[in-house]
């Protein structure tokens, strides 16, 4: 089954940081480009950073200058660091392909930014 597992949520200080990782079981994400989306409670699941298979980076305006997407085509990874994280961060994080495909969508991981 082809599919994809994040991992590396949890609880965060504002101001703090996290690595957020996502792998894929097939070699065939390697050349596709891949995205890290969000859902907060309430709210629509939206893109917060893209890679393209030769790593060119995109980001929301909301995290731009924050956090960093990065890939291993080899190792089928993509990985989201987070820093200065605020609580409007706070949502669950997954990554797929961009543009998503439904059948790809994992359980994410859960991101909370609190004091």
């Known amino acids: 089954q082809v599919q994809l597992v994040e991992s590396g949520g949890g609880l965060v200080q504002p101001g703090g940081s996290l690595r957020l990782s996502c792998v894929g079981s097939?070699?065939?994400?390697?050349?596709?480009?891949m995205a890290w989306y969000r859902q907060a409670p309430g709210k629509q699941r939206l893109r917060v950073a893209t890679?393209?298979?030769?790593?060119?980076?995109t980001y929301s305006e909301s995290v731009k200058g924050r956090f960093t997407i990065s890939r291993d085509n080899a190792k089928i990874t993509v990985d989201l660091q987070m820093n200065s994280l605020k609580p409007e961060d706070t949502a669950v994080y997954y990554c797929?392909?961009?543009?998503?495909?439904?059948?790809?969508w994992g359980q994410g991981t859960q991101v909370t930014v609190s004091s």
């Open positions: 890679i393209t298979s030769r790593g060119e980076t």
């Open positions: 797929n392909v961009y543009p998503p495909h439904a059948p790809y």
């Open positions: 097939d070699s065939i994400f390697s050349d596709r480009t």
